[in-house]
């Protein structure tokens, strides 16, 4: 391990020692109530701090809290999961402002600033177009190596090695290695 690899663990475990209250208690919650509200609470308390500090205590959190996260991610300022069903691979980093749902971000995706990624496109209404009474969930799958630009909305899986253009809006499954823009979005080439 190189030191500069070496140094960066010992400053996320101290980083995790320093969230480890907060985890215990969304931990409490999640077998003891099956909620988010603390979970959301802390996601929401640790947005705001700035520069690398709070790049390192959101992803200390993070990595106690969502269902995957390794500790090699980068959380940006302001960026937030809104449910604990989320996943980070190693190596995965998102930019300011991002609001991120049930979604599985593979190893080195690197996702924009005000990306959103709720938790699929069909949360409040079921397969007939009705309104339900509770929110579904659908978890989205962001492929390894997978670029993402500035504001895009993604709504559906995007495959590995994927470009999706800023803006984007994402509302059907993309397959690997292609160029993504457009609202809809549609394929606008196959990349090498």
Not at 3 to 31: G, M, N, Q, T, Y
Not at 52 to 76: I, K, M, Q
Not at 129 to 149: D, F, K, M, N, S
């Amino acid at each position: 391990m190189s030191f500069r690899r070496l140094a960066k663990a010992i400053v996320f475990a101290i980083c995790v020692a320093a969230v480890a209250p907060l985890i215990a208690f969304a931990w409490l919650e999640k077998r003891l109530l099956s909620g988010d509200i603390l979970f959301n609470l802390f996601a929401q308390l640790l947005a705001p701090f700035p520069g690398l500090p709070g790049n390192f205590l959101r992803g200390a959190y993070y990595f106690g809290t969502l269902d995957g996260c390794s500790w090699e991610v980068h959380v940006g300022f302001g960026s937030i999961f809104t449910h604990r069903g989320g996943a980070l691979a190693a190596r995965a980093s998102m930019g300011s402002y991002c609001v991120i749902g049930h979604v599985r971000i593979g190893p080195g995706a690197m996702i924009g600033s005000r990306v959103s990624m709720p938790s699929g496109k069909r949360q409040h209404v079921d397969d007939e177009g009705q309104l339900v009474p509770a929110a579904r969930y659908e978890t989205i799958t962001i492929g390894a190596g997978t670029w993402i630009g500035e504001g895009a909305i993604i709504m559906a899986n995007v495959g590995c090695d994927c470009i999706v253009s800023a803006g984007a809006v994402v509302t059907r499954e993309m397959p690997n290695r292609t160029l993504i823009g457009g609202n809809p979005a549609t394929v606008i080439r196959e990349l090498g």
